[in-house]
């Protein structure tokens, strides 16, 4: 069975930092891309960052420079360390796993572009 299980989401003041994990199960992690998406209530799916399994990276523009993705491959799990956090980071926050993303918004997560999502973590943020 697949799992993805994503962990370190909360509640920070703006400029505070988390750091987000996905933690795989039930497929090769080492051969997939994996993926960050959030979604806000109202708002598209938006892609944050990938990183491929050769660790090359993208990112929103909306979170360059702040936000940094990585992996580690030994303990199947990709991370997300988020710095100078905004009240519009707010949203729950997805990991994706095995896809290729042709868009940076999609209607809804979970659905479209990867074949393996997690169930999301909360992240708030107040200013």
């Known amino acids: 069975e697949v799992q993805l299980v994503e962990s370190g989401g909360g509640s920070v003041q703006a400029g505070g930092s988390l750091r987000l994990s996905c933690t795989a199960s039930?497929?090769?992690?080492?051969?997939?891309?994996m993926a960050w998406y959030r979604q806000a209530p109202g708002n598209a799916c938006e892609l944050v960052s990938t990183?491929?399994?050769?660790?090359?990276?993208e990112y929103a523009d909306s979170v360059k420079g702040r936000f940094t993705i990585s992996r580690d491959n030994a303990k199947n799990t990709a991370y997300l360390q988020m710095n100078s956090l905004k009240p519009e980071d707010t949203a729950v926050y997805y990991c994706?796993?095995?896809?290729?993303?042709?868009?940076?918004?999609?209607?809804?997560?979970?659905?479209?572009?990867?074949?393996?999502w997690g169930q999301g973590t909360q992240v708030i943020v107040s200013s």
């Open positions: 994706a796993a095995e896809g290729i993303p042709t868009v940076w918004k999609l209607p809804e997560c979970g659905k479209y572009e990867y074949k393996y």
């Open positions: 039930g497929f090769t992690f080492d051969d997939s891309d």
């Open positions: 990183i491929e399994t050769d660790r090359r990276t």
